[in-house]
Nanobody, 124 residues
Framework: QVQLVESGGGLVQPGGSLRLSCAAS????????MAWYRQAPGKQRELVAR???????NYADSVKGRFTISRDNAKNTVYLEMNSLKPEDTAVYYC??????????????????WGQGTQLTVSS
C-alpha cells in the first residue's frame, strides 16, 4: 500500500551531527504533513518535528535550535538534520506521514503511515 522507509541512524558522539531520511512510496496521491517521532527506552513516543505540505514547521522544545526538518516533495522524502547531539537524543526515530493514498476505485483516502524506525545512539 504505502510504505515509509527510514535511513541514516547510527552511533555518534555527543556534539556530533547526523541526518535521517525517510522516503514514502506506494499508491500515493499526495502527502500532507510529515513528521519525525522518537521513543527512548521506558518512555512514551514523542513528536520531534513536523512539517506541513506548505513548509511550516514545528519542533519539540528539547530539539529546537538543534534539529531541522525539511522535505523534498519531488522525492516524497522528509529529512531530519540533527546537530549538537546529546545522549538524551538516543532513541528509535520513526517517520510519520499523513498520506492521501489511492484505493482500488482510484479515489484518494487519508492514511496515516509509519516507518519501522531507525536507531540513533549518542554516546562517547
Amino acid at each position: 500500500q504505502v510504505q515509509l522507509v527510514e535511513s541514516g541512524g547510527g552511533l555518534v558522539q555527543p556534539g556530533g551531527s547526523l541526518r535521517l531520511s525517510c522516503a514514502a512510496s506506494g499508491r500515493i496521491f499526495s502527502i500532507n504533513d510529515m513528521a519525525w517521532y522518537r521513543q527512548a527506552p521506558g518512555k512514551q513516543r514523542e513528536l520531534v518535528a513536523r512539517i506541513t505540505s506548505g513548509g511550516s514547521t514545528n519542533y519539540a522544545d528539547s530539539v529546537k535550535g538543534r534539529f531541522t526538518i525539511s522535505r523534498d516533495n519531488a522525492k516524497n522524502t522528509v529529512y531530519l538534520e540533527m546537530n549538537s547531539l546529546k545522549p538524551e537524543d538516543t532513541a528509535v526515530y520513526y517517520c510519520n506521514a499523513l498520506v492521501q493514498a489511492i484505493h482500488a476505485m482510484g479515489v484518494p483516502y487519508p492514511y496515516n503511515a509509519w516507518g519501522q524506525g531507525t536507531q540513533l545512539t549518542v554516546s562517547s
